[in-house]
């Protein structure tokens, strides 16, 4: 019996600038490009295992056999890895977090980059990191980010070949950290997934998407400027359009929390007192606080202070996705 086994880690990203609808929903083509910052301290760590002896697909996550949906759309990706490799071997997949998932802190990204990773490791092929980065994209939008470390930009590109990400920063531009303050760690009611297919319903997406490339060029530039107060207005502008998409959907989509509302204000004060903050937001009620490594301590404090915050994880500038047992 032949066991092909790799096991890879990936950390998950936070948008600073949103992907928030498909043209292609099937080749997960988004509307507009996006960049993120790839979270280090946060991450996903998977192990395929192609095993001859098995009649079907095996997925479990956090050590409990996965649903009935994740493993279907596991196997839907592995099928696409079966594909590149040239065999029809069911796997098995397991898959562990050390934050929690479906809250908006992008789980799907970390855990589709690195099945990818793995898988095609495991298939005993190696691909270029680009080539890695759109078949990510297949399982989870996000994912294709999550390849690179540092600052990334996923190019919307108009096919399945020049849809990809890249990193333009590597992790060690600039320290900026994400206190990710958590709210609520229930798993969220509409995920990514759907919500991309409402994005156009809402009359606002056309503007939002109009208007991406100015937002991607100002972003670009704060972030290679290191210019913190552009970076915040940008962001948390991106931020503002990508939920008023979701609340003027049909049906509305309403992600924040009493408490993510709260926090929003908090940020927006200690900026107006000069403090290194801003705030993003998922598809979820946990708000990512992105400063910069001097007033980090500083905010993370002031954070703990507020009412309903349950835990703040931190995150800095993390490493691309990596294979870290060889083929056996
Ligand atoms: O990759 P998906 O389908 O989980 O979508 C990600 C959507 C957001 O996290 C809200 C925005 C983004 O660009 O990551």
Same mark, same amino acid.
């Given at each position: ?38 979270? %280090?301290?946060?991450? &996903? $760590?998977?192990? !395929?295992?192609? @095993?001859? =002896? ?7 996550? #956090? ?125 969220? %009611?509409?995920?990514? &997934? $759907?919500?991309? !297919?409402?994005? @156009?319903? =809402? ?7 109009? #208007? ?117």
């Amino acid at each position: 019996m032949t066991l092909r086994t790799a096991c890879a880690i990936a950390n998950p990203n936070i948008a600073f600038i949103k992907y928030w609808g498909n043209r292609d929903p099937t080749l997960r083509l988004p509307s507009n490009g996006s960049i993120s910052l790839t979270l %280090g301290g946060l991450e &996903t $760590q998977t192990t !395929v295992t192609f @095993d001859e =002896s098995l009649s079907s697909d095996h997925v479990s996550v #956090d050590g409990q056999p996965a649903s009935a949906s994740t493993s279907e759309r596991v196997s839907i990706h592995l099928d696409r890895i079966r594909l590149v490799a040239g065999f029809d071997i069911y796997a098995t997949v397991e898959s562990c977090n050390n934050f929690p998932v479906g809250a908006g802190i992008a789980s799907s990204a970390s855990a589709f980059a690195a099945l990818t990773m793995a898988g095609i490791s495991a298939a005993g092929l190696s691909l270029p990191p680009i080539e890695l980065s759109r078949l990510a994209r297949r399982g989870s939008g996000s994912a294709c980010r999550s390849i690179f470390g540092g600052f990334v930009e996923w190019y919307a590109g108009d096919s399945d070949e020049d849809s990809y990400a890249e990193s333009f920063a590597s992790a060690d531009h600039w320290d900026l950290q994400d206190l990710i303050v958590i709210v609520s760690q229930e798993h969220k %009611g509409v995920g990514s &997934t $759907q919500g991309h !297919v409402l994005a @156009d319903t =809402s009359p606002l997406q056309s503007a939002r998407v109009a #208007d991406a490339q100015r937002r991607l060029k100002e972003c670009r530039r704060a972030i290679l400027e290191r210019d913190f107060f552009s970076l915040a207005s940008i962001i948390e502008l991106d931020c503002h359009l990508m939920h008023a998409v979701m609340h003027t959907s049909t049906p509305s989509l309403m992600y924040w929390y009493p408490e993510t509302l709260q926090i929003m204000s908090a940020v927006t004060k200690w900026r107006t007192d000069g403090y290194h903050v801003c705030y993003t937001i998922d598809a979820g009620p946990n708000v990512h606080c992105i400063c910069t490594n001097e007033h980090a301590d500083s905010i993370e404090e002031q954070l703990r202070h507020l009412p309903g915050v349950i835990k703040i994880l931190r995150a800095h500038p993390g490493e691309s996705a990596r294979v870290v047992t060889a083929l056996k």
